[in-house]
């Protein structure tokens, strides 16, 4: 693992936004490794689980913020992937289930120091959760949220997801699901988050850059990871990593470069005039110079959410990378400033401060 | 003309009228009056939910009632001595309250066929002899209000709505209140407005000058400054003493306020208020739910925060699951519940104490929570000290139990030296605490102390204390997940025994005996203090002699409570609820307590009650 990761479009993205991301949370001096971040539980997920492969790649990869540990903080929920706290050793909370982005919300709003992550899942953050998700994202609270999208109910053994395609057979749906599902990018976009990514567990690398670009972000940023279960959901992303299928199902996103992918290259994204929005064409018909050239740091979101809706829930096509980096400013960062500005207008001390608050305008004595 | 002046040791004044009429506002007024001048004083705001009912209709009248006098007072009084009624649908909803020979100021100005027809009156009750067991005062306060203002360039419907400023005038001509202040009030209020701030303040003056020189009203009223132990008052509603509560824990344990809340009636002016004071470093976040609210003040706590949450019954219900996980969790966090009327969207301008269960119980699985209360508006204050207390120092999520009278209602508060709080300051976990099998040292979460049984705090941020926390059961100690059945056994009651141990840390329950010889004890929590305590007065001027008790603390109740009510022959719990508390002192106890219960969405009456405890007392001594 070296420290650079060689993902331009992304890292160099965010350098040019100037954003000093993680600027509250305190450094250290000393040169920190993986071995660092485990924690000593033994970890119980099932063996093959998805899981694993993203408790190791953020293992690896926390080390490259050389951020103290003691100011890492990761909040959970409910279901397989929340009990991922207990395996890092940062300081964690495994909470209630949907509710991690409240308290979440909570702890960073009055902790700027700390860079705060949330681990979550498709059930934990979209159903039960569904709330408290989009409003960290339109608040913009300084979280980094990863989501573990596996189309399907793990801890629970096996019933239908918010995100699992239409006439899923599982336990609770013995004739098929009704349920359209939600694509968690799209529904995110829509709540105007402001750091939007996607990637997959099998893809260290490309896992890792996400990662970092989250970590680099001020703001909430949402990043879907899709994740296999391998009990109840087997090869939901198969498609997305068979040799013989992937190049055609995914479009790697690069900030900066055109959207392009497929065998080849044959494949790329252009702009429908029919319906406002983008659509995938061949580059033999369409040219290379129609193809859209990527800027996730576009501020209108319906850039990134026509990327978002390319994908269709048999998952072609899927790209992957960051849709949306853009900036504004944090709820955290605006709370604090208001704190500061009241603290700033009044020069009694606070002992002072509420003896004249106690008394209030309008008393009398009684002797 | 010199007019006649005479001297009353108490009055209650009840104002009422349509909601959008100003009546709240009339009532705040001259409760800020009374309190200047030094009387003690008592009030009670009851208004309907709907911010404009329709207008005229029973259904919208909004009343602010208030009790004062030259001698110290409990209650906002029972029955109104003086009736001042805008329209018909004002006098029709309270005319009943009136005692015979009350006086009824009303304003005859709507007195319309129409506006009669709509609340149900077939002729004038002002005309058919209906009112004339009171003392009534036809004024036509509108038209009077209309004439003051003429030239003042407001449209009619504008001056009009001075009316009820005009009511005030006349209301502080009759009582001898001083108006200074309020007209300083006025101008402040309408800063940006000159022309209303100086129509408000010409028909205030008016409504004094009538008084002064009509022929209808011959007499006005003195209620002398009631003696009150010497120091400096001022005037506090229960909400804003319990922010000021919330504040001073701040201060005195030198940690963060950190308020995470949803908007709900009767608590969002708590949330209001906290809001004002970023200076004192307090953060507030109105969340996008009740969960929300609750989840972010838990993540505050776990970061170091005082963390506070604040709501009524149906928000407790939301809550009730992140309760538990603090519970888990052992980290301090206030919970208000300021109670209305359930279930469900129930009264929510109204006051109740059915949450009680709630509080206690509302959980899954064994779930303690401590639960305190205030007794009075003022009492908040105290009462959101001693659940900060609670909380910092036995690391738990704390019930505090307020209601929509003791939130609204208000009485004179004699400000305490800030020196004299409680001092909260809590130590925060720094350093390794255990040894493990092979010498080295390493940091246990669930590590206790001895005599609290309080797990350490350690904030993120430390180092070397990184550590998981969360729902699933812990082991003893080391904090680590355990699914064994004697760990869990062990967890449940050492959780359980922490909460109880809290009893020693809190005064034994005082009871109020004078004789030494009553036979029933009244015991009582909550807000019912005031009329409880001003029933057992009435019952002992009559030669009776009875006790009364009073809880803070539900849970843990006061180590000496069991032997407190093995003193009596009969135990009278009076409560606003079907009897809740009354079931939990009967199951702890095997005490045959009586409960006698009322869900009015008012206060008790004390004449009520007075009747109940004499009833209780001739049974009693007549067996």
Known sequence: MTDTVETPGITGGVADLGIPALRHVPKTDEPQKTADFKSDQEVRWCPGCGDYAILAAVQGFLPQLGLKRENIVFVSGIGCSSRFPYYLNTYGMHSIHGRAPAIATGLSASRPDLSVWVVTGDGDALSIGGNHLIHALRRNVNLKILLFNNRIYGLTKGQYSPTSEVGKITKSTPMGSLDYPFNPVSLALGAEATFVARTIDSDRKHLTSVLRAAAEHEGTALVEIYQNCNIFNDGAFDVLKDPSTRDDWLLRMEHGQPLRFGSEGSRGVVRDPSTGGLRVADVAEVGTDALVVHDAHTDDPSYAFALSRLSGQDLAYTPIGVFRSVERPTYDELMTNQVETAQGASDADSATGLTALLRGNDTWTVV | ?623
């Open chain 2, 1 to 623: 003309m010199s007019k006649q002046v005479r001297q009353l040791d108490r009055v209650v004044i009840r104002f009422a009228g349509d909601s959008g009429d100003g009546m709240q506002l009339t009532g705040d007024r001259f409760t800020s009056e009374t309190a200047a001048f030094g009387n003690d004083l008592s009030t009670l705001p009851n208004f309907p939910a709907e911010i404009r009912a329709p207008q005229g209709t029973m259904a919208g009248v909004s009343s602010f009632q208030l009790h004062f006098a030259d001698h110290d007072i409990m209650t906002p009084g029972d029955r109104p001595d003086v009736l001042v009624a805008m329209n018909p649908a004002a006098l029709k909803a309270n005319v009943a309250d009136m005692p015979r020979g009350g006086t009824i100021i009303v304003d005859s100005h709507d007195f319309t066929k129409r506006a009669l027809a709509k609340v149900g009156y077939e002729a004038s009750p002002l005309e058919d002899g209906s009112l004339d067991a009171y003392q009534v005062h036809e004024v036509d306060l509108t038209g009077l209000t209309l004439g003051a203002l003429e030239g003042s360039g407001l449209s009619r419907k504008d001056a009009g709505r001075a009316k009820n400023m005009f009511a005030l005038g006349l209301l502080s001509w009759m009582y001898s209140r001083p108006t200074e202040g309020t007209e300083r009030f006025l101008r402040k209020k309408f800063a940006t407005k000159p022309t209303i701030a100086e129509a408000n303040v010409a028909a205030f003056r008016a409504g004094w000058n009538f008084g002064e020189t009509t022929e209808s009203f011959s007499i006005s009223y003195e209620v002398k400054p009631a003696a009150m132990t010497a120091g400096t008052y001022r005037n506090i509603s229960g909400n804003l003493a319990l922010s000021y509560g919330l504040i001073a824990a701040s201060q005195r344990s030198g940690l963060p306020l950190f308020l995470g809340a949803y908007p709900i009636t009767p608590a969002s002016d708590i949330l209001h208020e906290l809001s004002k004071h970023k200076r004192f470093g307090v953060r507030t976040f109105q969340a996008e739910d009740e969960i929300a609210g609750i989840g972010a003040a838990l993540g505050a706590s776990f970061g170091g925060a005082l963390g506070v949450t604040t709501t009524s019954g149906p928000g407790i219900a939301l809550k009730s699951e992140t309760i538990g996980l603090a519970v888990s969790l052992e980290l301090p966090l206030v919970v208000v519940d300021v109670q209305r009327g359930g279930p469900s969207t129930g009264l929510p301008t109204k006051t109740e104490q059915s949450d009680l269960m709630q509080a206690m119980y509302g959980r899954n699985g064994e779930a303690p929570v401590p639960v305190v209360a205030p007794r009075s508006p003022a009492d908040c204050f105290w009462a959101a000290l001693e659940a900060a207390r609670i909380a910092l120092a036995y690391r738990t999520p704390v019930m505090l139990l307020s209601d929509g009278y003791l939130a609204n209602g208000s009485e004179p508060w004699l400000i305490p030296d800030v020196d004299d709080l409680p001092d909260l300051r809590v130590d925060f976990a720094t350093e390794l605490n255990h040894t493990d099998a092979k010498g080295e040292a390493e940091y246990w979460p669930y590590l206790r102390d001895p005599e609290t049984l309080a797990r350490p705090w350690a904030v993120p941020g430390t180092p070397g204390l990184e550590h998981r926390i969360g729902g699933i059961e812990k082991a003893d100690g080391s904090g680590n997940i355990s699914y064994d059945p004697a760990n869990h056994d062990l967890m449940v009651r050492t959780r359980q025994a922490k909460i109880d141990g809290i009893a020693r840390s809190i005064p034994p329950i005082e009871v109020d005996d004078p004789s030494g010889e009553a036979s029933v004890l009244v015991l009582g929590w909550g807000s019912t203090h005031g009329p409880i305590g001003a029933a057992c007065r009435r019952v002992r001027a009559a030669g009776q002699q009875v006790a009364q008790a009073h809880l803070r603390h539900l849970n843990p109740f006061p180590a000496n409570l069991g032997e407190v009510l093995g003193k009596y022959e009969k135990v009278l719990i009076p409560e606003m609820n079907l009897g809740q508390l009354s079931m939990m002192v009967r199951a702890r106890y095997l005490v045959d307590a009586i409960a006698y219960n009322q869900v009015r969405g008012l206060p008790f009456r004390a004449e009520e009650l007075a009747d109940v405890i004499t009833n209780l007392i001739s049974d009693t001594d007549g067996e």
